[in-house]
Each structure stands twice: as structure tokens, then as C-alpha cells.
């Protein structure tokens, strides 16, 4: 089974609103990646985390890793129509080469 | 978009048909994946290749089988497709060093009647 879970599985908020979404792992990650997927389109990378306990801002989008380095959010602040879509966290475990991807929030914004 | 490309972008197969699609990318980049995605599933890890020949099995296997033998080119294919295998179909290359960021394919949409 998937070793990155991801919640909530699908959020609506009025445009405005702030949005976050969490990911979590049972063990310790080298690194964490965040994806968005527009509707009908790919998944587009958007960061990576290294650091225990980092934070990035993009705008109005902040991305944290745990201290432990087993969990991240992201977190949208003032919601618009164009940050609809979904939202992937995604994780290499103990190096094997392998790309695993949450579940997915999927952000839907009242105008 | 790292110079990927998916074949097919559409198919329509009957069950018990055999299905090749095909990823090719331009950059020589090492590691390649195929992804399903499925409502409620989020993307699920079918087959990975870390190198020419190299490949190993993800989350969802079963049914699935890859191959690579040349770096530019990663082929899936369902020998037998099945219904539970419809499906938006991802490819994707990794990036080596600092900076491992995945760039995707457009996507194949598989369906099997």
C-alpha cells in the first residue's frame, strides 16, 4: 500500500479562504516533493523539502516539513479560482529509486 | 517539459487484447516511471527504470510489464487488458543530483470494453 498518506482527500472553500492539506509517512523521508495537477492536465512540480523543520514560501503557498521528517503541509493562503486542482505529496523511501505519491487533495474555490 | 512524450494519447481496447504505450524522452535522463491514476487513488506507481534493462516493480504491478531497452524509450504493456485496468495512464522522468523534481507526460486514457 501507498506509505505517504495524504488528507483531506477533497476540500471546498470560498474564494478567499485559507486551504492546507497535510501529508505523513510512518518513516523517516530523505526528502518530500509537492505536486499540483490541474484539471485535465499533469502533475507539475512545485518544491522539494531536505531540511528537518524547513519552511518555503512561494507566494501565497507555504510548504513545511516536520522536525521528524515524517510529515509536510501545504498550506494556501486567500484561496483564488486558480489554485483549483489537486494536490500531490510525493516521497523516495530509503532510496530505492522509487517516486510514491500521496493520495491527493483535490481544491475546489467558490467564486 | 524535460522533452517527454506519450503514445497513445487515446486508445480503446476490448478485453483480452494486448496494449504497448510507450514513453519517450529527448534529455537521456535516467530514472522513468509509469503512474496510474484512478478517482480516489490518487497516482499509483506501476513500474519504475532506473537505467537500460534496469526496472523494477511499484505499487500496482500485477497485470503490467516494462520494458527498456534504450534509454529514451520505457514501454508498458497489459498483455491481456482487463476492464480494471482503464485508466489515465502517466510516464514520468526523474531528475539525479540536488534537485530530483519528476516532469510527466500528457497522459495516455486507456479504455477497455
Known amino acids: 500500500g501507498q506509505q505517504v498518506m495524504q488528507i483531506p482527500q477533497y476540500q471546498h472553500v470560498q474564494e478567499g479562504e485559507d486551504f492546507t492539506t497535510y501529508c505523513n509517512s510512518s518513516t523517516t523521508l530523505s526528502n518530500i516533493q509537492w505536486y499540483k495537477q490541474r484539471p485535465g492536465g499533469h502533475p507539475v512540480f512545485l518544491i522539494q523539502?531536505?531540511?528537518?523543520?524547513e519552511v518555503k514560501k512561494q507566494k501565497r503557498l507555504t510548504f513545511q516539513f516536520g522536525e521528524a521528517k515524517k510529515n509536510s503541509s501545504l498550506h494556501i493562503t486567500a484561496t483564488q479560482t486558480t489554485d483549483v486542482g489537486t494536490y500531490f505529496c510525493a516521497a523516495e523511501p530509503s532510496n530505492t529509486g522509487k517516486l510514491i505519491f500521496g493520495q491527493g487533495t483535490t481544491l475546489q474555490v467558490k467564486p | 517539459d524535460a522533452g517527454i512524450t506519450q503514445s497513445p494519447r487515446h486508445k480503446v481496447t476490448e478485453t483480452g487484447t494486448p496494449v504497448t504505450l510507450r514513453c519517450h524522452q529527448t534529455e537521456n535522463h535516467r530514472y522513468m516511471y509509469w503512474y496510474r491514476q484512478d478517482p480516489g487513488h490518487g497516482l499509483r506507481l506501476i513500474h519504475y527504470?532506473?537505467?537500460?534493462?534496469?526496472?523494477d516493480k511499484g505499487e500496482v504491478s500485477d497485470g503490467y510489464s516494462v520494458s527498456r531497452s534504450k534509454t529514451e524509450d520505457f514501454l508498458l504493456t497489459l498483455e491481456s487488458a482487463t476492464s480494471s485496468q482503464t485508466s489515465v495512464y502517466f510516464c514520468?522522468?526523474?531528475?539525479?543530483?540536488?534537485?530530483?523534481?519528476?516532469?510527466f507526460g500528457q497522459g495516455t486514457r486507456l479504455t477497455v470494453v
Open positions: 527504470s532506473y537505467g537500460v534493462k534496469d526496472t
Open positions: 523539502l531536505v531540511k528537518s523543520g
Open positions: 514520468a522522468i526523474r531528475l539525479t543530483g540536488g534537485n530530483t523534481e519528476a516532469f
